[in-house]
Nanobody, 122 residues
Framework: VQLQASGGGLVQAGDSRVLSCAAS????????MGWFRQAPGKEREFVGV????????LYADSVKGRFTISRDNAKKSVFLQMNSLKPEDTAVYYC????????????????WGQGTQVTVSS
């Protein structure tokens, strides 16, 4: 699976933004898709994951209620809808694929996109 994330940019606090992740390869529908982020000087952090069917999602507490993950298996795409953005959401956001189920550990993801920068100004 090859992944390419896009949609990042500079936004103001309180704004919304949608990140997209386009996948190639025939195994997309058999993988759970996660989003992670990494701020400068910090470790990569789990944001959320969506099951291969799209029927189940899991989120980090820091984004629960503000971020929503969805996927379109026909288009091999995953989306991260981010609402009520805060300066602390500033990070490089990565999409990733895993064969495990609803996993929140970066080590369990074997395919990664290149990352897209989201900067939230106050």
């Amino acid at each position: 699976v090859q992944l390419q994330a896009s949609g990042g940019g500079l936004v103001q606090a309180g704004d919304s933004r949608v990140l997209s992740c386009a996948a190639s390869g025939s195994t997309f529908i058999s993988t759970d898709m996660g989003w992670f982020r990494q701020a400068p000087g910090k470790e990569r952090e789990f944001v959320g994951v969506i099951s291969r069917s799209g029927g189940t999602t899991l989120y980090a507490d820091s984004v629960k209620g503000r971020f929503t993950i969805s996927r379109d298996n026909a288009k091999k795409s995953v989306f991260l809808q981010m609402n009520s953005l805060k300066p602390e959401d500033t990070a490089v956001y990565y999409c990733a694929a895993t064969s495990s189920y609803l996993n929140d550990k970066a080590s369990q993801y074997h395919y990664w996109g290149q990352g897209t920068q989201v900067t939230v100004s106050s």
